[in-house]
Structure formats: structure tokens, C-alpha cells
């Protein structure tokens, strides 16, 4: 936003051709640059399945009128956890880097080498029109799987002799299936 204002100047002096002269009025425009917004330390971050990663958050800008600005931060749930969900910047936090941990759920289940997931974050603040429902910029998150679709077998010496004894042995599945497996 642009802002006016004028200055009025005299003048003292012991001089008496400059004791209290006449000086014109300065008119000044004041152009604020400050721009509402998120400022992120990173914006793609690599975790594997089961461990974290994280990255750090401040605004752009002060909040006006000795405002508040909370922070939402939203993940897919299935693939991620983020800690914490929200943070509070104030007129004097608002340039203090506030830090989020993206933790990747550990599904157990085979997806192949990777999956990609979003954290996404939402501005608010009731004293500041600019800030409130502001969508600052995501973090894509490539989530390595570390789950194998397999068959173990367990027990047993997998040995039996002709005439001899029964062998025992069970089998699990490596990881939880999508869709129903018979073996």
C-alpha cells in the first residue's frame, strides 16, 4: 500500500538572512514494499518410510496492526505426519525461523520405490486483511518406501525323510497386501 505524508522545515540561525527563512513543504510517498507471505527454507524434502525430515518457516512481512499469524500446515495423513500442525507468529516473531518436521508413515505396505505427498500451508490472522486465508507455498515430499511384497517362509526343516515324521512350517507375508493373496 502507498502511504503520504508532508514534512514542514524552518529554519534558526543567528544569521539574520536565514533566521527563519522560508523553506517549501516536501511531500513524500512512502511505497510500502513488504509483501504478505511464507517464506520456506525448502521446498521438495526426502524422507524414507519411518523417519523424519523437516524444514524451516517465517514470514515475509510484519503483521499489521501488532497482529497474529497462525500457520496451518496439512498433510495427507495416510503418508504423513507434521509436527507441529500450526505455528503463531506475532508483530515481533514474524522474522524468527519456526521449525516443522515431516515425519513418513511407516504403512508397511509395498508401493514401489517411492510415493509423492504435500504439505500444504494456510495463513490466518483477524488483525491482518493481507495475511488472512493467504495460501503460501507447498513442500513436495518423495516418501522412499521401504516395504518388499514377499512370501517368508518360517519353521521347519523343510527336510522330510520317507516313512519319517511330518515337518511344520508357517508363511507370512512380508508386507500387508492391497488385495487378497492365496497361496
Known amino acids: 500500500f502507498t502511504e503520504f505524508a508532508k514534512i514542514w522545515l524552518t529554519s534558526a540561525s543567528l544569521d539574520a538572512n536565514y533566521e527563519n527563512a522560508t523553506i517549501d ?9 513488504d509483501v504478505a507471505g511464507l517464506w520456506l527454507s525448502a521446498r521438495d524434502l526426502n524422507v524414507s518410510e519411518g ?5 524451516m518457516v517465517r514470514l515475509t512481512s510484519q503483521p499489521a ?4 499469524v497462525i500457520v496451518s500446515v496439512t498433510v495427507d495423513l495416510t503418508e504423513l505426519q507434521a509436527s507441529p500442525r500450526s505455528l503463531e507468529f506475532t508483530s ?3 522474522n524468527l525461523s519456526q521449525e516443522v518436521t ?6 508397511l505396505v509395498d508401493e514401489g520405490e517411492a510415493a509423492i505427498a504435500i504439505a500444504r500451508h ?14 503460501g507455498p ?7 518406501d521401504n516395504d518388499e511384497a514377499g512370501v517368508s517362509l518360517v519353521g521347519g526343516w523343510h527336510n522330510v525323510t520317507e516313512g519319517g515324521g511330518p515337518d511344520m512350517y508357517s508363511m507370512a507375508l512380508d508386507s500387508r497386501p492391497e488385495e487378497t493373496v492365496v497361496i
Do not use: P, W
Not at 513543504?25 to 514494499?33: F, H, I, L, P, S
Not at 496492526?65 to 497474529?68: A, E, H, L, Y
Not at 494456510?122 to 493467504?134: A, K, P, V
Not at 513442500?139 to 522412499?144: I, Q, R
Open 102 to 107: 515431516i515425519h513418513a508413515v511407516d504403512d
Open 51 to 55: 523417519t523424519n525430515g523437516s524444514y
Open 122 to 135: 494456510t495463513m490466518s490472522s483477524i488483525q491482518d486483511d493481507f495475511y488472512e486465508g493467504l495460501q
Open 138 to 144: 507447498n513442500v513436495t515430499v518423495l516418501v522412499a
Open 92 to 94: 515481533s516473531t514474524y
Open 65 to 68: 496492526n501488532d497482529g497474529t
Open 25 to 33: 513543504q516536501v511531500n513524500v510517498t512512502v511505497v510500502d514494499n
